[in-house]
């Protein structure tokens, strides 16, 4: 398992929280993700051999965030 922190610029609101835990959460292989929206990070444990961190990226992205 690897667990990493995200700087996830443009998250605003409940909506944004919802959006980006739900949208990495149902990735194979990640196993939890916690969103701090007043510090702007997402936590992401994650099995690397199942899914990349690029992928985890591009997932948040495309639901319209900025990764740092």
């Known amino acids: ?25 149902v990735l194979e292989g990640v196993n939890q993700v916690n969103v701090k929206l007043d510090e702007a990070l997402v936590e992401v444990e994650f099995n690397e051999s199942q899914v990349t ?4 990226k591009e997932t948040i992205e495309d639901q319209g965030y900025d990764v740092k």
């Open 1 to 25: 398992m690897q667990n990493v922190t995200l700087n996830v610029m443009g998250m605003s609101c409940g909506h944004c929280v919802n959006a980006v835990q739900k949208s990495v959460g």
């Open 53 to 56: 961190l690029d992928k985890i």
